[in-house]
């Protein structure tokens, strides 16, 4: 069994409750294998907790346990069932939901979603690699999925000396599954959708958008057009914009699918169609701005900021009084209150006046751990503008 070392100063960061360990914070690493799980201990050889051992990441140490308990095939059974009996709590009206969410769920690095009967993994880290048997067992015995496709193309992967890949691990898995969420059917790309195929984290904002939205709405950065779909249901018109070609045909393909013929799908930058819409007066009574990430690293934050206050400011000007905007940001380095900053000042630059109608966050299924900030990243507030 490896053992790691931590300083004094990673003893009190690791009592606060944080599950990560950095390398700058270990004193001694004795024995420990890339990706295996390592004792973690005090300067004395007192037990702290066992984890992942990285070494490559500056995250060096995942938390695993804090009792010395047997770390087996049976231990990660039981997370990944730990993690389904609360997704059969939270989730209600899909069949397509995060089923493991990292270190949320006692399983640092690794992803598992679930598409109805297919599902797709990622492993982020040396340690979650290791396991990926062991998981991909559990998954097979509790669910009989029909496949098991793992979405190793991401780039974090190389910060661990990981390589990218994608391949089938179980089964075949599709070119399209269709799923549902509530009464919307959409067919998702596993193989080579955004994400593992679909931004499930938002589907609860989705379905409260879906009730609130009326007249005509605006979908900007629409992907497969899940906003725009549900909005269509109590909306007279809907247009929806993304600036990505295979996004809008699978859009339009979930149009079809569900027989929504009152939305227009343009493909264009939302910046430029919002400028071109203000100079055409056009008025929009809902608008949805869900842009991707735009402060990746911590060093964006200034110009992710100016992003989102465009953004915002230039839908407010859209938008007619009464007109609802449910706008989001999923980046984790623009906190909650930055994000309520630059709403504060568009809505001043804009001349409007709004109300909260609610401040939300990613969907159940996608669980926010108190002592991991970076569990939480998805900020999705819905205004009214009075004036
Ligand atoms: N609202 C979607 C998810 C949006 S993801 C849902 O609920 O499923 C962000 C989308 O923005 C991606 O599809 C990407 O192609 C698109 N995008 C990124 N930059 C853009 C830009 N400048 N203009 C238009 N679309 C953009």
Not at 96 to 112: F, H, K, N, Q, T
Not at 200 to 206: A, H, I
Not at 281 to 297: M, Q, V
Not at 353 to 375: M, N, V, W, Y
């Amino acid at each position: 069994m490896g053992r790691l070392t931590v300083s004094s100063k990673g003893l009190a960061w690791f009592q606060k409750g944080h599950p990560w360990i950095f390398r700058d914070d270990l004193e001694e690493v004795k024995d420990a294998l890339p990706g295996a799980v390592v004792f973690l201990e005090t300067q004395k050889g007192r037990f702290l907790a066992q984890g992942f051992y990285s070494d490559r990441s500056k995250i060096a140490f995942r938390l695993l346990s804090r009792s010395p308990e047997k770390i087996d095939a049976l231990f990660w059974k039981g997370r990944v069932q730990e993690a389904h009996r609360y997704r059969q709590r939270v989730v209600a009206g899909t069949n397509a939901y995060r089923l493991i969410y990292g270190e949320s769920d006692g399983i640092p690095s690794l992803i598992v979603d679930r598409y109805g009967d297919h599902l797709v993994v990622q492993s982020l880290s040396q340690g979650a690699e290791n396991i990926l048997d062991m998981i991909v067992a559990a998954l097979l015995e509790l669910f009989r999925p029909l496949s098991i496709l793992l979405r190793n193309d991401l780039s974090v992967r190389g910060l661990e000396g990981l390589p990218q890949e994608k391949k089938i691990l179980h089964g075949e898995a599709p070119p399209r599954v269709e799923v549902f969420e509530e009464d919307i059917r959409y067919r998702v790309d596993l193989w080579g959708g955004q994400k593992t195929g679909s931004y499930l984290d938002q589907r609860e904002n989705r379905l409260r958008a879906g009730r609130l939205l009326q007249g005509r709405v605006l979908d900007a950065f629409c992907y497969q057009g899940l906003f725009a779909l549900h909005a269509a249901r109590r909306s007279s018109q809907v247009v929806a914009i993304d600036s990505s070609q295979d996004a809008l045909s699978q859009a339009r393909e979930n149009a079809r699918l569900n027989s929504l013929d009152q939305i227009d799908f343009i493909k264009e930058n939302v910046f430029d169609f919002l400028k071109a819409q203000t100079e055409a007066r056009e008025r929009y009574d809902g608008i949805i701005l869900d842009p991707p990430a735009f402060a990746k690293s911590k060093g964006d934050v200034a110009g992710a900021t100016r992003g989102y206050g465009e953004l915002n400011q230039r839908a407010l000007r859209l938008l007619n009084p009464g007109g609802i905007l449910v706008t989001a940001s999923c980046s984790y380095n623009i906190l909650e209150e930055t994000f309520m900053d630059i709403i504060r000042k568009s809505a001043r630059d804009s001349g409007s006046e709004l109300r909260i109608i609610g401040r939300e966050t990613q969907s159940a299924d996608h669980p926010i751990l108190l002592s991991f900030p970076e569990s939480y990243y998805l900020k999705c507030v819905f205004l009214q503008k009075l004036t």
